[in-house]
Nanobody, 115 residues
């Protein structure tokens, strides 16, 4: 029973910060590449950030580079998305994903950036 459970979303003002968490169960977490995707209304899903399983190499979308980070804590089976200097274009449903031989998805969590 694989589960990815996101938390930490909500409403934040432009320029603000937010941290999303994704807790995984039912997988050997340390073996999986972990990532965050997002989908804004009327737009296609896009990869936001990725962290690999062993080397913990990170990759970021150009739109979030320098503003977002994706640390992971294997002891807690948790990956985070640290977001800062948020703007309205960051408003989206954010999805946690785990990939090894198969991709698993969380249910998604809303992040709204608005004044």
């Amino acid at each position: 029973q694989v589960q990815l459970v996101e938390s930490g979303g909500g409403l934040v003002q432009p320029g603000g910060s937010l941290r999303l968490s994704c807790v995984a169960s039912g997988i050997t977490f340390s073996s999986y590449d972990m990532s965050w995707y997002r989908q804004a209304t009327g737009k296609e899903r896009e990869l936001v950030a990725l962290i690999t399983s062993i080397t913990e190499t990170t990759t970021y979308a150009d739109s979030v580079k320098g503003r977002f980070t994706i640390p992971r804590d294997n002891a807690k089976n948790t990956v985070y998305l640290e977001m800062s200097n948020l703007n309205a274009e960051d408003t989206a449903v954010y999805y946690c994903s785990a990939l090894l031989f198969f991709r698993y998805w969380g249910q998604g969590i809303q992040v709204t950036v608005s004044s």
